[in-house]
């Protein structure tokens, strides 16, 4: 039977009143747990496992993947608005989407990640429809060389953040690799930076440190803004869903760049490890390349569409290998993988062959998942940016407990409450001083998998470099790295002399 | 400032400590009321997580239980963090529960200044052992003798296995052929499900990982097992594969016995751990123990009590003090 | 003399901020002199037969860190002098009583009281405002954070002796 039969077949098996309204149900659980600083996709999936117990099987994943996957819209909401992002993915979000925000077009920027998110998802699906099984085969043909590779090409992304000040912006990077050093040595087992310290031993939690970096240094920032007014009459234009719909124009620009995204990030969800957050840095850092009407980091609608549409599709492509090998390519798919267990389904290579019910069952509910998540987001455009009419005094206080609930609940303990408090000072000083603190994060989340990934390959090649040249995959990124790091140093010296030449006229 | 956040931090330390200590007087027999929280330090999907959750639902199943607990997944710090956690858990003592085996319990001893009297052992339920296999369409082995021959002759074998347990294991192994690390390197992953990967995808000659991990790539012809890692070969579709011993006889055979147990915070109060070591006890009577759990991961049963394994666990903890000169 | 006493503490406050360019590279030249350190030292870089170990990665990054850092405190003199409202820092010294707080009376009670003693008292909002504002503000935390999420959040000295 070809795939698309198989495929109506899981249509059929989803289109029931009952698995119908268990969809919806987990696509607005999934917004709100989106949403929510501190609260990942995981901890929603992992919370509702248990309610799943008395649930058949299909109708049980159906709930956990239209959760799991509605999720990943509403990361989008709080990194737009309030620059705070809801999970990880969403930092890239961030970077676009707050600026466009400020720029009085926070509707289009919701919309724009909605849509992408919506665009990447598709494209992922479909990919994962037809070429699932092979896909899956595909991400085993890299090896922690060729990952090495790949995440360095993802680590330009950061490249292009530094901007104005070089220096500055290497020393964030640097020290964000550092920072995430603290902790568990994966190869060896033994702690490493941690003074001694039980809860370092753990490392730095991201999500606390990431509301901390963005969020509460933000809140100090706010602090000087708080008798500014609000500017009422850009808003009120569009604080109706017709204001906040996207132009022609604007859906011209940003379409190219999510389906590029979501091609890409379709595969960087296959690959072991990699995940929604690398997919949503490398979709960003390869549409760079790429012609925008507004620079990438300025409120650019094409930014938001790189990074929205690659880490929902990411999220699809993740699906792959679960499916297929039973493989999680996260957190999240091994609680889906746990979930499968219990409900008496054995996960791995034969599950398409055993249950295929179920598999495509699964599948056809992610393509719905997909389309609902899309029209109850874009339904609570209206609502939500109506936040951004809140008087900057009230904003304080509300972000600050927001701030301060969400890191204690990532960590269950006032550890994260700490090291969100931390960094936030800390980084309210450096953004104050010229250091500007994005790279820091960036290279915060994918230093670890580069560290383990390259002593990996080195072990195998016994130290030799020669690894990251006699693998083809390897060489390509290696070879595309070059490209792109000589294009950097070339722009910045025809910028800095263009600066100098004019100056000195 | 700094002075506050020390004064806040080290009342979060402490404050938990003293909760405790009057209700352990007045209860005579325990019943559970509450959720019970279920602490597991490893990723759902490995085999803790599956081990968690078969006694789970065995207990719900066979009316132990009236709810399932709630499993709470604590991985930070290669569960360092979790296990301290539960350690020093103030409220709710009676209702939290800790995934416990060997393989936390050597990490936890080398790495932090927790011990095992910081837990109130519950039970020991099953033993747990590992294989190598070797992926037959990409490996360039199909038998260990062959690789220890090519590592004796110069050429690199690597290993990927588990972090933990695995990674102790692996050290024995490699004493025992006489080989270094640079002969046989090993590759410590985050999961057997990411050594399992990188088995599957040609770039490591063998992957270690206990049954239940491989059992479904061993269906499906993706991985086949190797070597026992024991001291007999393994029962049903395993039985192919030699120990060491039977490999070479120059060698001894290389074990490590994986326990699993279950154990709760050392404040828990008699009465409750009492509750759960019998019912554990009835778990690991069930038909659905023995044929779901322990048959298809080709487990051994080895029940131990509260009593029996706070001895064997004490015990254990010594011996490996003693090991790594600590 | 009070005045001046004050003047001079602002004198010294400015100051630090002044310096803020070199201030930050210096300390990430001593971070990255501290992770040097402790990679060589106590972790390892190389090891003959294992290969990488665990100071390997972060000792090379800490490397680089010096050698920018460096540069960048030999070129912070031109740097643009960054300037700190002493104002902005109230919410963070807020934030920490909210959090000490917790300690004694619970999370939820103190997040209630620092959410009516800044609107209500700081930002002088009406009675409306603050109670509107605090009571979506718990809906949040206690319906969606502590119900349906079942984050047990810290329940104070005083939630101890209730339950």
Redesign the interface.
């Known amino acids: 039977m070809s795939n698309i039969s198989m495929l109506l077949n899981g249509f059929s098996v989803v289109l029931t009143f009952q698995n119908v309204s268990i969809c919806l149900l987990g696509a607005i659980l999934g917004l709100?747990?989106g949403a929510?600083p501190g609260?990942g996709s995981l901890?929603?999936v992992?919370?509702l496992?248990?309610l799943t117990?008395k649930f058949n099987p299909t109708s049980a994943i159906i709930l956990l993947g239209s959760l799991y996957y509605s999720n990943m819209f509403g990361g989008s909401f709080s990194a737009i608005l309030l620059n705070i992002p809801g999970d990880s993915p969403a930092v890239m979000t961030m970077l676009d989407g707050y600026p466009m925000a400020k720029k009085g077009r926070p509707g289009q920027a919701l919309f724009c990640a909605n849509i992408s998110s919506f665009i990447g998802g598709a494209i992922g699906l479909l990919i994962l429809t037809f070429l699932g099984p092979g896909m899956a085969s595909f991400g085993?043909?890299?090896?922690?060389q060729d990952m090495t590779a790949l995440l360095l090409v993802a680590m330009t992304s950061i490249g292009y953040l530094v901007g104005k000040n070089p220096?500055?912006g290497?020393?964030m990077t640097?020290?964000g690799?550092?920072i995430s050093?603290i902790?568990?040595?994966?190869?060896?087992?033994?702690?490493?930076?941690n003074f001694n310290n039980?809860?370092l031993?753990?490392?730095i939690?991201f999500v606390p440190f990431v509301i901390g970096t963005v969020g509460?240094s933000q809140?100090?920032?706010l602090?000087?803004e708080r008798n500014d007014r609000v500017d009422d009459e850009i808003l009120k234009q569009r604080l109706t869903i017709k204001g906040s719909l996207l132009t022609r124009h604007d859906f011209r620009r940003m379409l190219p760049f999510a389906v590029r995204s979501g091609v890409l990030g379709t595969f960087v969800g296959v690959l072991?490890?990699a995940g929604a957050t690398t997919g949503a840095f490398l979709g960003y850092a390869i549409n760079r390349a790429f012609k925008s009407e507004e620079s990438f980091g300025s409120g650019a609608i094409e930014g938001i569409a790189s990074c929205e549409a690659a880490n929902n599709a990411a999220a699809a492509g993740a699906f792959a290998?679960l499916l297929a090998?039973?493989?999680?390519g996260s957190?999240t798919g091994?609680?889906l993988?746990?979930g499968l267990?219990?409900w008496g389904l054995?996960?791995?290579?034969?599950l398409f062959r055993n249950n295929p019910e179920f598999a495509w069952g699964l599948i056809a509910s992610l393509f719905f998942a997909n389309l609902i998540a899309l029209v109850i987001a874009i339904g609570l455009i209206p609502f939500l940016i109506k936040i951004l009419t809140v008087p900057v005094?009230?904003i304080?206080?509300?972000v600050?407990?927001?701030?301060?609930?969400g890191s204690?609940?990532n960590?269950?303990?006032?550890y994260g409450?700490?090291v969100m408090?931390i960094s936030?000072?800390v980084s309210?000083?450096?953004e104050?001083?010229?250091?500007s603190t994005a790279p820091m994060i960036l290279s915060f989340v994918l230093a670890p998998l580069l560290?383990s990934n390259?002593?990996?390959a080195?072990?195998?090649s016994?130290?030799s470099l020669r690894i990251f040249f006699t693998s083809p995959i390897a060489c390509t990124f290696i070879i595309i790295l070059f490209i792109i790091i000589s294009f950097m140093i070339i722009r910045y010296f025809s910028r800095s002399s263009k600066t100098t030449m004019e100056g000195g006229k | 400032m700094d002075k506050l956040?020390i004064i806040?931090?080290t009342l979060?330390l402490i404050l938990p400590l003293h909760s405790k200590g009057s209700q352990e007087v007045a209860q005579t027999d325990f019943k559970p009321t509450k959720e019970i929280t279920w602490y597991c330090t490893s990723?759902?999907?490995?085999g803790s997580?599956?081990y968690t959750?078969a006694i789970c639902?065995i207990a719900v199943q066979n009316g132990l239980l009236d709810k399932?607990p709630?499993?709470n997944?604590k991985t930070?710090?290669?569960g360092?963090?979790g296990r301290?956690?539960v350690a020093n858990i103030g409220q709710n003592a009676d209702y939290t529960l800790l995934t416990f085996n060997s393989g936390d319990l050597m990490?936890m001893v080398?790495?932090?200044h927790n011990r095992l009297s910081n837990f109130t052992p519950i039970a020991i339920m099953a033993t747990d052992k590992q294989l190598l296999f070797v992926n037959p369409n990409k490996g360039k082995y199909s038998t260990f003798e062959e690789a220890i021959r090519a590592a004796k002759g110069g050429v690199?074998i690597?290993i990927a296995g588990s972090?933990?347990d695995d990674?102790e294991l692996y050290g024995m192994l490699i004493k025992e052929l006489g080989l270094r690390e640079?002969q046989m390197?090993?590759?410590?992953n985050?999961s057997t499900?990411?050594a399992?990967?990188?088995g599957?995808?040609?770039?490591?000659d063998f992957v270690m990982s206990k049954p239940a991990a491989a059992s479904?790539?061993v269906?499906?012809g993706?991985l086949v097992p190797v070597l026992a890692l024991s001291s007999s070969r393994f029962a049903g579709a395993l039985n192919s594969a030699p120990t060491l011993n039977e490999v070479n006889s120059m060698y001894n055979n290389v074990e490590l016995p994986v326990w699993r147990g279950v154990v709760g915070p050392a404040n828990m109060s008699k009465e409750a751990a009492k509750f759960y070591s019998d019912m554990l006890f009835e778990v690991s009577c069930s038909i659905a123990w023995k044929e779901g759990y322990l048959a298809t991961y080709s487990l051994e049963s080895s029940f131990l009590d509260m009593e029996a394994a706070k001895a064997y666990m004490e015990e254990y903890q010594t011996a490996y003090l003693k090991k790594i000169g600590k | 003399m009070e005045k001046e006493e004050r003047m001079k503490g602002r004198m010294f406050m400015g100051s630090i901020a002044d310096n803020?360019?070199r201030i930050?590279?210096v300390s990430?030249s001593i971070?990255?002199l501290i992770?040097i350190f402790?990679g060589i030292k106590?972790?390892g870089v190389?090891d003959e037969y294992?290969?990488?170990?665990?100071?390997?990665?972060?000792t090379i990054?800490?490397f680089?860190?010096l050698i920018?850092?460096v540069?960048?405190i030999f070129?912070s003199k031109n740097?643009?002098k960054?300037?700190?409202?002493s104002?902005?820092?109230?919410?963070?010294i807020?934030?920490?009583k909210?959090?000490l707080m917790s300690y004694i009376f619970g999370?939820e009670l103190s997040?209630v009281a620092?959410?009516l003693l800044?609107?209500r008292v700081k930002?002088k909002?009406s009675w409306k405002?603050t109670l509107i504002?605090t009571i979506s503000?718990m809906l949040?935390?206690v319906g969606?954070?502590r119900m349906w999420?079942?984050?047990?959040?810290?329940l104070g000295l005083i939630g101890y002796f209730i339950t």
Not at chain 1, 432 to 435: P, Q
Not at chain 2, 43 to 46: A, D, S, T
Not at chain 2, 200 to 204: F, I, S, Y
């Open positions: 709100i747990v929510m609260i901890a929603g992992a919370l496992l248990p117990y085993l043909h890299f090896g922690p220096i500055e290497i020393i640097l020290v690799i550092l050093s902790g568990m040595d994966p190869q060896s087992g033994a702690p490493r930076y039980m809860y031993m753990g490392g939690p509460f809140v100090l920032r602090m000087s072991p490890g290998p090998l039973g493989i999680p957190g091994a609680v993988l746990g267990m219990m054995s996960p791995g290579p034969l005094k009230i304080i206080p509300v600050t407990v927001i701030c301060f609930v204690y609940a960590t269950y303990s006032m409450v700490v408090f936030g000072i309210y000083i450096c104050k001083s010229g250091y560290e390259m002593r990996k080195l072990i195998t016994q130290g | 956040l806040a931090l979060s990723k759902p999907g490995g997580d599956i959750r639902e399932a709630i499993i997944y930070d710090g290669s360092e963090v301290n956690e990490p080398a790495n932090t690199q690597v972090k933990g990674l640079n390197a090993y590759i410590t985050d499900a990411d399992i990967t990188s599957l995808g040609g770039h490591v479904e790539y269906k499906a993706m | 803020m360019p930050i590279p990430t971070l990255a992770w402790l106590s972790y190389w294992k290969g990488p170990k665990s100071g390997f990665f972060p990054i800490a680089v860190l920018v850092s540069i960048a070129t740097k643009a960054p300037f700190f409202e104002g902005n820092w109230l919410i963070a807020a934030l920490m909210m959090v999370l997040v620092f959410m800044w609107l930002e909002y405002i504002t503000v949040i935390v969606v954070f999420l079942k984050i047990q959040f810290p």
